[in-house]
């Protein structure tokens, strides 16, 4: 089955580097997604990757994704104090017609000043 | 730029009533999706729909429903609600593309508390 894990909480000074971890258990996944949360807001899609590819950059932000662990990372650069928010890991699994996506349980960060 | 609506950002409702929640979306996506959101569980699927009066159960359906009569809608329904019904609620859009992405679009939430 499908099983997305996070651990609930990182707590960075501004202008560090924050890295945000996820592990999935099903091998089938096919992209792998980063989602954001500000208070009181809907989830905004951050970033993905493919599940061929090991890196993915974007301005601040670094995806790192290790298939043989089922490991997956979202490297802020320069933490701001906008960044404080959750950050949701989540999986598609296309192969298996399911067309929802699975979610970790969110990471909230919280950047101090 | 998608836009994702939900009927209410705050709604306060007593045991045993029947609750609407609605969503639009406008970007004529076929699949929407219902999930609750709970501290340290994350996003649970309650319900998703891949095209108008079809549907299928997600992870947690147990105490709801669902309806899709036109594409942009999607409603949940409590039948009866109840106290451990008190929750967030997101509702998602995606299209069905020609790659793989599944991208999903989602509304700002409604916060449901049942007393």
């Known amino acids: 089955g499908e099983d997305v894990e996070q651990s609930l909480f990182l707590s960075v000074r501004e202008g560090d580097s ?10 089938s996944s096919t992209y792998l997604y980063w989602y954001k949360q500000e208070p009181g807001a809907g989830l905004q899609l951050l970033t993905y990757i493919f599940s061929n590819m090991d890196m993915k950059q974007d301005q601040r932000l670094t995806v790192l994704l290790n298939k043989k662990d089922k490991h997956l990372s979202l490297r802020i650069a320069d933490t701001q104090t906008g960044d404080s928010a959750i950050y949701f890991c989540a999986e598609s699994m296309v192969d298996t017609g399911r067309r929802a996506l699975t979610f970790g349980s969110g990471t909230r960060l919280q950047v101090q000043p | 730029d998608v836009k994702v609506t939900q009927s209410s950002r705050y709604l306060v409702k007593r045991t045993g009533e029947k609750v609407f929640l609605e969503c639009v979306q406008d970007m004529d996506h076929e699949n929407m999706f219902w999930y609750r959101q709970d501290p340290g569980l994350g996003l649970r699927l309650i319900y998703f729909s891949y095209d108008v ?45 020609d790659q793989t992405t599944y991208e999903q679009y989602f509304g700002p939430g409604t916060r449901l508390t049942v007393t």
């Open chain 2, 53 to 97: 009066k079809m549907k299928e159960k997600g992870d947690i359906p147990e105490g709801y429903s669902v309806s899709r009569e036109k594409k942009e809608r999607f409603s949940l329904i409590l039948e009866s609600a109840s106290t451990n019904q008190t929750s967030m609620y997101l509702c998602a859009s995606s299209y069905v593309p």
């Open chain 1, 18 to 27: 924050s890295v945000i971890n996820c592990t999935y258990t099903d091998s």
